[in-house]
């Protein structure tokens, strides 16, 4: 598939996933969620990716959905169906991937853009950004993951006050909710996330992507359930390589040289 409304790049075991309709403020639409879902079907099927980062190109990260554009189509109502449908299975397959996905943040992220935000594994932003809902402002309700993930990051009661005031989040204030992982000038943004992803695909894939799936299963597993899977978890990271370079590298007091494998 040839890419118009994003970028995609791998580079030394970094996929690079670049929003690029800047003239539109990175506004979501039909065209770009199958473009998104083209990316994760590739990442899912094999693509030698250890990191993920996603930015948008611009001043602005994104707007969430392009209402202009949805409005334009033949049928409003499909219009929409097809572009929420689509974002999530996307966002499905990417959240289900070993490589953990890094947002790194300029501008503003509103609506769906800031879904995207909370579909992160871990985010860095500039000082500058601003964040917010938006949705019911519009008369709409969230989508693209983020009544899942908000209130993982900053609880039912501050996720309720976002999308029902559409309050409007400093950097610094979502640092301090839970909501981003660190703030930096907005110039640093790219070059932090680079070096964070550089770091993350040095490492332990498979033991990430463990860590991915415990984590997204704890809020609805009991004790012993949650404990069951950890061992199982933990089991399978001695049946690859790393696990074993781990230990080894550990009790030689040498680096490890992890092949995410």
């Avoid at 998104?36 to 899912?44: T, Y």
Wanted: charged share 25%.
């Amino acid at each position: 598939m040839e890419y118009k409304n994003l970028k995609f790049e791998v580079e030394s075991n970094i996929g690079r996933i670049i929003l690029n309709r800047p003239e539109a403020a990175n506004a979501i639409t039909v065209p770009l969620v199958k473009e998104l879902l083209d990316v994760a079907i590739k990442c899912e099927a094999g693509k030698p990716i250890r990191a993920l980062i996603l930015q948008g190109k611009g001043s602005i990260f994104c707007a969430g959905g392009d209402l202009k554009f949805m409005t334009e189509q033949d049928n409003l109502r499909e219009s929409i169906s097809e572009m929420i449908g689509i974002l999530h299975v996307a966002l499905s397959k990417i959240d289900h991937l070993d490589a953990p996905l890094i947002g790194a943040i300029t501008g503003t992220a509103a609506g769906a853009g800031l879904s995207l935000v909370s579909a992160c594994d871990m985010v860095i932003a500039g000082k500058s950004v601003k964040f917010t809902s938006a949705y019911t402002a519009a008369g709409l309700t969230p989508d693209g993951s983020s009544t899942f993930h908000l209130p993982r990051s900053i609880g039912k009661k501050r996720t309720m006050e976002l999308m029902l005031t559409n309050r409007v989040l400093s950097a610094d204030e979502a640092l301090d909710w839970g909501l981003i992982n660190s703030v930096v000038d907005d110039d640093d943004v790219i070059k932090e996330a680079n070096k964070l992803a550089g770091r993350i695909a040095l490492g332990p894939t498979k033991a990430f992507g463990g860590v991915k799936e415990m984590i997204r299963q704890s809020f609805s597993n009991g004790l012993e359930t949650q404990m069951e899977l950890e061992s199982q978890i933990f089991s399978e990271q001695l049946k690859g390589e790393d696990g074993p370079e781990g230990i080894k590298a550990f009790t030689e007091k040498r680096r490890p040289s992890y092949k995410g494998k």
